[in-house]
């Protein structure tokens, strides 16, 4: 079965600029998460989406939004991008049965330049 | 706010002896998980304890949950190199539909001959 994948691997941008990161679920897995692990800063909750429908967000600023398809694959947009936005963007899933174990993606770096 | 803490951040341990990773949190919850990351990788899911007195086992690595003390273990028997890496927990709260997991800041071993 596959996992989590996201996608691109590495991005670099300009400061300025905007970026958009992809995620695809583990097939049957409804709910998308995203995480960002920054130098110094540990990792942060950023977003929940499940059905469609933004869950909870956690403590970004709006230039940080995102979406979920149909398909339940997700995007996360990144606008005004600033140098302290470059790290590792994670990207999780779970079936929202009892336990809500999260499966982690291989993570998209983002370095802003 | 919940706040997560593990301790100790860093440590080295010599091949053949036992250590313990503490994870304490400031919010009742029953809902803690323990995740592995190694360097330049994703998160790779360990344990989901679900309950007070919960015990997960796999390997050298076993997991305990004591929600009265709002604290998990994760204990390492007869570590060996392959052990190394940095160990996460997380919390889930039921007021955030367990969705949304605070990390610790990791704790980053080292075993050594």
């Known amino acids: 079965e596959a996992g989590v994948t996201q996608s691109p691997t590495h991005l670099i941008k300009t400061r300025g600029q905007q970026a958009t990161l992809r995620c695809s679920p583990i097939?049957?897995?409804?709910?998308v998460y995203w995480y960002q692990q920054a130098l110094g800063l540990g990792l942060q909750f950023l977003l929940w989406?499940?059905?469609?429908?933004?869950?909870n967000r956690g403590n970004f600023p709006p230039r940080f939004s995102g979406r979920q398809f149909p398909n339940y694959s997700s995007e996360l947009n990144v606008n005004a991008l600033e140098l302290e936005d470059s790290a590792l963007y994670l990207c999780?899933?779970?079936?929202?049965?009892?336990?809500?174990?999260?499966?982690f993606g291989p993570g998209t770096r983002l370095t802003v330049l | 706010e919940l706040k997560v803490e593990q301790n100790p951040l860093f440590l080295s341990m010599q091949e053949g002896k036992n250590y313990t990773i503490y994870c304490n949190y400031s919010t009742t919850s029953d809902r803690l998980y323990w995740y592995r990351q190694d360097p330049g990788k994703s998160l790779e899911s360990l344990f989901v304890?679900?309950?007070?007195?919960a015990v997960k086992q796999e390997g050298r690595l076993m997991a305990s949950l004591d929600t009265k003390a709002r604290l998990s273990t994760l204990h390492i028997t007869a570590a060996v190199h392959d052990l190394s890496a940095t160990y996460f927990c997380a919390v889930g709260l039921l007021t955030d539909s367990w969705g949304k997991l605070q990390f610790g800041a990791g704790t980053q071993v080292v075993v050594t001959p």
């Open positions: 989406y499940d059905e469609g429908e933004e869950r």
């Open positions: 304890l679900l309950s007070n007195g």
């Open positions: 999780a899933s779970s079936s929202g049965l009892v336990n809500n174990e999260q499966f």
């Open positions: 097939s049957g897995h409804t709910s």
